[in-house]
Structure formats: C-alpha cells, structure tokens
C-alpha cells in the first residue's frame, strides 16, 4: 500500500475521532463510552490547571460533555474502563488489563519489593483489611494498621511504607483502584470487586498474544503509523513489539504501508481513510494524539512539549500549553488557566503557527468559549502574550 502525507494526516485524525465537526447536542453516556473504546485509554495526571488529565480528551472530541459520565464508567460496576500502567497510569479497557499485566514490568517485581510484601505479613494484610473495610486510601490504610511515617524511612520514590506496599500490589495486579476521593487520591480495593466479573484476575496469557493484542489495540488507535508509535500507546518494549508487528504483517493482521516522504509504516486493516478533515479541537497535553511527539512533529510539523516540565526561563510558549486543530493542521497553541474562584478561564499566551489560516483566530476564539461553558467559567479572559493574542482577544 502506498499513502500521501495528507492521506496519512487524514487517517490518524480519524483514527482518534478528531477528523469531523462535533455533533451539536449534549453528549450521552453512549457517546461517551464509544468514545473510550476508541482511544483505547485515558492518561491519568495530578495537573489540574484546567481539568483533570482524563476528562479533556472526551471534551476535545465530544464537546460539553457531563463530566459525571465518565466518573460513572470508571467508578460504578460494572465498570467500562478500569485504572492500571499501560501509557503512564491509564484508564484502561477491562479485558486488556490482564494483556498489560503479562508485560515484564520489572520494577514492581524486584527481591527487595517481594520483602516489602512479606515482611511482618503486611501484603496479605493489607488485602485482608481492603477486603474487610475497603476501598480505602492510602492514609486510611495507614491509620488501620497504625503506620506512622517516618521521614526518610521505608520510602519508595517519597512514598511512605504502606503507600509503597499498596502500589506494589496494584502493580502485580492483586488489588485495584475502585475510584479517586476529592484530593485525587487512589481508594484500593481488591482486584475482584474493581474489575468486571467476566474479566480474569489471574495473569496467566501468553506473552505474544498479550502484546500481539496491545499492538492491535495501539495500530486502532493510530489508524497509520510505526512500530514505534504503536509500542509507545502502551509502552511496550520496543523489541518485543517489533517482533509482534512481524506476526502480525505475516498474519495479515497489520498492513505496512509506504508514505511518501516518511517511510514504512503500520496500517489497522479497518482504519477510516476520510479525504477531508473538518474538526477542531483543544488537546491536553496529555491527550493520545499527542502522546509520540516524534509523531506529531513528523506527520503535522508541529513541535510540541508542555512547559510544566521547563524552567521558567526556559518556556517558549507558556506554562500548560494546548495544541490547537483545525481540519488537518496543528494551527496555534495556548497557555490556559482556569481560575476556579472568579469563574474566568485565563489565556495566559497564544502563539499561531507559520502559515495558520486567516480563520485560526475566530475558530480559536469559539474553542475557547466551549472549553469556558464546560468548566463553569463565565468569561474568558487573554493576555496579551504571543502574536496570535491581539486577533484573538479581537476575536473574542
């Protein structure tokens, strides 16, 4: 198979729901568990500038969706996606939670964790209180089995011995998260009460079929694009995966394809080929249409890095910086900021892209002032930082 640049372009907006205008009426829970199947999984992130990590990328495709939706498909049984390590710590489909757990994530199985878990029985008792008294938080988990904290003592990456405990059993699988209090905190459960009954709680797949799966579920995902990109929607290691995408091509599972310009790529037999593409959309950060940023700069020219991770003085376009689509090109990008007590969503900078069409401002602008109703602000209100700035407020 032989693609352009822009088929390519094309398929990989399709691929993630970002190819069409938005349908103009409130979003059902239908239309809210369609679109998690489809991207597969949700990032999870602390990063509340805006909105939690994981509500934005359903608003970038469906609009002003009830929030309250998604808690209900992640939180209530019987749950349509579950949260596990899959790209970072994810909201997961349910039957790939056991494909996920199948991968040799070492750092969760190391002699000094297995002595974490059996010292003084605390594993088992820590599940035996979950089971008794959960779901729980880690400083609810604490207070039961009368843990103190110590500075500096028993910690793993900061995290004080029952913290620690707890995420090494969520890692191995053997207990899961049921939901997030208020302050985002994970409330444990054991595994059997968090995933679906029809779902296995014993991690016993082969390895090839585990990431043979994950590979498909990623090139579904992608629609169009490389090993690499493939491996990294779930993390995989990049060997194994490109031992898996063989199989797969021989199988006629996966079809490599020749874009021009670009090389070898991967293509889902099922991937939508639109000739146009119409959408408009803010993305997250953290959002699966930007997850490979090699990706992003290669298929759509568009550099990209976040600036929370930057120093100050470093930044070039602000601190919490969102991509911006228009059709088929990444067009501008903006610092956002929700100011929660005056009720105003800050534009903090706005920069437009070389070759943005005269458009970009008034699209912007209407983005912007979705995005506001969402979130509850009664007003946007811009800085006047970046060249797209003076249009935009303008526009606005």
């Known amino acids: ?95 790939h939670f056991t494909h996920l757990l199948a991968l040799p994530r070492r750092w969760f199985f190391t002699p000094e964790n297995d002595e974490r878990l059996t010292a003084g029985g605390l594993g088992q008792r820590v599940i035996g209180l979950l089971h008794d008294d959960g779901p729980l938080t880690a400083r609810q988990v604490a207070d039961r089995l009368g843990h103190v904290p110590k500075s500096g003592a028993g910690t ?22 049921a939901g997030r209090n208020a302050q985002f905190e994970r409330c ?48 995989l290691p990049i060997k194994t995966a490109t031992q898996s995408a063989a199989r797969l091509v021989a199988q006629g599972r996966l079809i490599e394809a020749e874009v021009s310009g670009w090389g070898t790529h991967l293509v889902h037999p099922d991937a939508a080929r639109p000739r146009k593409a119409e959408g408009r959309a803010l993305l997250s950060p953290f959002d699966s249409m930007v997850f490979e940023r090699a990706r992003l700069e290669r298929m759509f020219g568009f550099y990209y890095r976040i600036g929370i991770y930057t120093p100050k003085e470093q930044r070039t376009h602000g601190y919490y910086v969102l991509p911006f689509l228009l059709r088929d090109r990444f067009v501008a990008r903006v610092d956002l900021k929700l100011d929660r007590a005056a009720g105003k969503l800050l534009v903090k900078e706005a920069h437009a892209e070389p070759g943005a069409p005269d458009d970009t401002a008034h699209e912007l602008a209407a983005e912007l002032h979705l995005m506001a109703t969402w979130m509850g602000a009664d007003d946007v209100l811009i800085d006047h930082v970046g060249d797209l700035a003076p249009a935009l407020s303008r526009a606005l």
């Open 1 to 95: 198979m032989k693609l352009t640049q822009d088929a390519a372009r094309r398929m990989a907006l399709a691929a993630q729901g970002l190819h069409r205008p938005r349908i103009e009426r409130p979003s059902s829970s239908r239309a809210v568990a369609t679109g998690l199947r489809r991207l597969q999984l949700l990032q999870i992130d602390s990063v509340n500038v805006l909105s939690r990590a994981h509500y934005m990328p359903l608003f970038s495709r469906l609009g002003a969706y009830d929030r309250a939706q998604l808690d209900r498909l992640t939180w209530k049984a019987p749950r349509k996606a579950v949260e596990f390590w899959a790209h970072e710590a994810s909201y997961i489909a349910p039957e």
């Open 156 to 177: 793993w990456w900061s995290w004080s011995q029952t913290k620690t405990v707890l995420e090494v059993l969520f890692g191995r699988g053997l207990i899961g998260v």
């Open 188 to 235: 444990y459960a054991p595994i059997e009460k968090v995933l679906p009954a029809d779902v296995s709680t014993v991690a016993n797949p082969d390895l090839d079929d585990a990431v043979d799966t994950l590979m498909m579920a990623g090139a579904d995902a992608h629609g169009v694009g490389t090993v690499r990109c493939l491996a990294d929607y779930f993390r």
